[in-house]
């Protein structure tokens, strides 16, 4: 079939230089128009909505519209203000940064949530009497109580509203399918905000904008973001830097705040504007200058709003998303299939969904006399051991419900009487924010991490904890592979397949006892 007009602009397909485009359906378009159409995610007729299997790739630079045409202009041209203090107010008792919360108000009965679990398992269930160690491994677990249950889901509230910031790459690269795959990865976040959560959505590409003041996701919300995300176009390069600045922007000047904050980051390519050109792989000074200093995480587990990245192809800057999501206490996800945006996209919206505890701190103090603590592996987490080692703190956050973190300490046992049985280790206690209740709540441990004093002949027989195990062997593997990436950022390849090696040998051997001690036996 041959039209007379262009399916879009209506101006003469015959017009002399324009380039023609004819679809698997028949329709023609001039290429400018149906490019833009592309461009903008739509891949579908606009004459049919025959959903193409092909369609035009424009690389260089927008063409202009043919002579006389019309040109439609995209529906969000957001005018943004100096200052972003324009956000929506709360669904109620709306409170200003900075306001104290009256003791009491907005709060459910102290007994309306399940506390934070703690437990300690010791690396041996005994020690010989007349034995001392150096390096004992106590393993301290947290898990985060589930998400409310019958009276919860009964309640108006039933958990913590979020104030949620997407950061959207719309650089040239994400044109066509991509863009297409992430509208429909925003909506799918669209619909699973309720009426108390707050989006804005930021896109970004050589620069970057705010589509959308933080709204507040009821049905007219969730209406005005979904035109947001369908404005989208692709086109230009990738400022991350600028984007997530303007996402700091958003969150420290609101009036108001939810519990919950956090900031999405979604990009398929590498900054090119606030990382200067780097060769090799030494990345560190350069990339923390993509994080706004609001955004980097307080050694004292104060809040800051988390940045879950999520690299989208193989073109991505992974160690740039990677540092974002590690300075910053939130997650980085591959995703290497393009249609497996909205299960990665379902997965962080899920847990940010489900928030139960914040500002948790973990407390440990060494109860006989004797016992310090000299270590504490407790990954990326700030944690402190007093001078004279007989306490030591751990500022943990944030966890979602029934989400659980384990922490190894090691301990100096010292030698027991002859009349002692037991000697005792440490109790373990914890402080967090209940979402549930919005009060501070303090937890003690059931139990103190106790290990029994037999002779030398009886320790013999001495259980090993299998969940201590498994945690030296993890927290070993990732000191190693820290150890292989800093020989790979100096260039010695060969040191860091070495090391490697060496882990994947040491794990085959099956050895059950810590790598690197000279003894593990309970003596």
Known sequence: MESSSCGICHGDMRRRGEAVFTAECDHQFHFSCISGSVARGRIACPLCHTRWREFPSFRGKDAPAPAGASVAQPFF???????????EPLVRAPRRLGERKR???????SDGGSPVALATHCEHSAVARDVSREDFAVLV????????GAAAAAAEAPRAPLDLVTVLDVSGSMVGNKLVLLKQAMGFVIDNLGPGDRLCVISFSSGSSRLMRLTRMTDGGKAHAKRAVESLSARGGTNIGAALHKAAKVLD??????AVESVILLSDGQDTYTVPARGGYDRDANYDALVPPSFVRPEDGGRSPPVHTFGFGKDHDAAAMHTIAEVTGGTFSFIENEAAIQDGFAQCIGGLLSVAVQELRLDVACVDTGVRVTAIKSGNYKSHIDEDGRAATVHVGE?????????????IVPRAEAWDDATRLVEVSCSYRDMETGRTTSVAGDEEAVVDRPSRAEAGVAERSVEVDRELVRVEAIDDIALARAAAERGAYAEAAEILRSRQRWRTGGSTSCPGAPTCSPG
């Open 77 to 87: 041209r957001p005018v943004e203000p100096r200052v972003f203090d324009d956000d």
């Open 103 to 109: 003791v009491g108000a907005a709060s459910v009965a």
């Open 141 to 148: 677990h947290a898990r985060a109580p589930s998400g409310g």
């Open 253 to 258: 000047e609101r009036l108001y705040r939810n």
């Open 399 to 411: 966890l979602y419900a029934d989400e659980e973190r384990s922490f190894l300490l090691f301990v």
